[in-house]
Nanobody, 120 residues
């Protein structure tokens, strides 16, 4: 089994910064993708950023230039540095890890979420 634990959420004023962390533990396949998603009240969950175990990254257009995703493979930990935060970034942020193993089986696991609130 795999567990993901997020931390670092909180309340911040517009223009401020927060750093989220997601620590993964358990039986983790070495070739994996980790990502951050968010869900605002009344809205669908959306992808924010993703990072492969090799380091390739992608971002939603809404956060490009403001958010930076990174990971420490030795610690199985992923980070999201969020700068220039806007009220519309307010949401519950979730981390995800997924992979396709050598047998072709797809596995994915979600964290419990951490609240980010940006006040105007």
């Amino acid at each position: 089994q795999v567990q993901l634990v997020e931390s670092g959420g909180g309340l911040v004023q517009a223009g401020g910064s927060l750093r989220l962390s997601c620590a993964a533990s358990g039986s983790i396949f070495s070739r994996n993708v980790m990502g951050w998603y968010r869900q605002a009240p009344g809205k669908q969950r959306e992808s924010v950023a993703g990072i492969m175990s090799g380091g390739s990254t992608n971002y939603a257009d809404s956060v490009k230039g403001r958010f930076t995703i990174s990971r420490d493979n030795a610690k199985n930990t992923m980070y999201l540095q969020m700068n220039s935060l806007k009220p519309e970034d307010t949401a519950v942020y979730y981390c995800l890890i997924d992979w396709v193993d050598d047998t072709g089986a797809y596995r994915h696991y979600w964290g419990q979420g951490t609240q980010v609130t940006v006040s105007s």
